[in-house]
């Protein structure tokens, strides 16, 4: 059962990050292995520019897509946590891993993604301070799979909640 893909996506403050981090220590206590592939820290150690733009979004999540393809058969589960706002990324991933590819878009509105604002992007937007924050105020729209896929309403589910119903979902 080496490498399932397990793919958070949702906008900034969604709760990707806090419900990859949940179900990655779920599962290194259940000894699995794991390996965790955040968009912030991913972007970081590759230098990528923050720019946002629909040309560089593509071509950091294919870069992603060829670190799990690396890394694939080493894990048996690779989490990634990243806004992937663009189907065409997503798709490329759900073509090419098959049935060991699983998207969860992690669903909240956008008056409780302000609430949260847990990097102060959304008050930044706000303020005109940021004018490139996908989803929000921004040329990059979030676009939604039309395909299956998991969907957690982070505004209405607990993580607990949330990380039973991906786990429930992901067996095949």
Do not use: Q
């Amino acid at each position: 059962m080496k490498g399932k893909i397990i793919w958070f996506t949702g906008l900034s403050g969604s709760g990707k990050t806090t419900l990859a981090k949940h179900i990655t220590k779920k599962l290194k206590k259940r000894k699995y292995k794991v390996k965790g592939i955040d968009g912030d820290i991913f972007r970081k150690k590759n230098k990528t520019r923050n720019s946002f733009t629909k040309k560089n979004i593509i071509k950091n999540n294919y870069k992603i897509i060829n670190l799990i393809k690396k890394n694939k058969k080493k894990y048996d589960y690779l989490i990634v946590s990243v806004i992937s706002p663009l189907v065409e990324t997503r798709k490329h991933a759900k073509k090419f891993f098959g049935k060991d590819y699983h998207e969860v878009y992690t669903k909240c509105k956008i008056s409780i993604l302000k609430k949260r604002d847990t990097k102060g992007l959304y008050k930044l937007a706000d303020n005109g301070k940021l004018k490139n924050l996908i989803g929000y105020k921004s040329k990059i729209k979030y676009e939604k799979s039309l395909y299956s896929k998991i969907t957690i309403n982070t505004d209405k589910m607990s993580i607990k909640e949330s990380i039973n119903k991906i786990l429930n979902n992901t067996r095949n």
